[in-house]
């Protein structure tokens, strides 16, 4: 396959009162989304009819070399070996974080959301409702590692 690249205009930005990156507590931190300049605030027309959304960020403040291709979850020892599309770490090569979100309020060129785990200032590259029809029909199957992994996420 060949390498290509691939270049993304942001449509919003992350404002919040995390400002260093962390893994737990997360449920606590409310989240503003801003919608870039160059876009018009018609765009998010619609969007209060959606109590959730997928937001796609970049993970802006990984350094190249901080990326991994595998590793221990937290560099937990109790977790097992795992390669990076097997866990959700912040080090990936694309640097491209997705999580789905309480939508709040919307208030002009903003949106109030809530389970948003990116950081003051990150970038938005795109913002999607949930649509039940895009979710799992079946029971979501995950290993047992990862229930102790998130308890304290959210």
Known sequence: MSRMEIQFTPVAVVRNSRKEAFDDDWESVESEIE?????????????????????????????????????????????????????????????????????????????VVRMLDAIDGTPVLDIKPVFKEYE???AILQPEWVGDLMKNYW
């Open 136 to 138: 799992p029909r079946k």
């Open 35 to 111: 919608l870039a300049g160059h876009l018009p605030a018609e765009s998010l027309d619609g969007i209060s009819g959606f109590s959730h959304l997928e937001i796609v960020y970049f993970f802006d403040r990984i350094k190249n070399e901080d990326v991994v291709m595998s590793g221990r979850p937290r560099d937990n020892p109790k977790y097992p070996l795992v390669g990076i599309f097997a866990q959700r770490k912040k080090d990936r090569p694309n640097k491209i974080g997705l999580a789905t979100v309480e939508l709040l309020e919307h208030r002009g060129r903003t949106l």
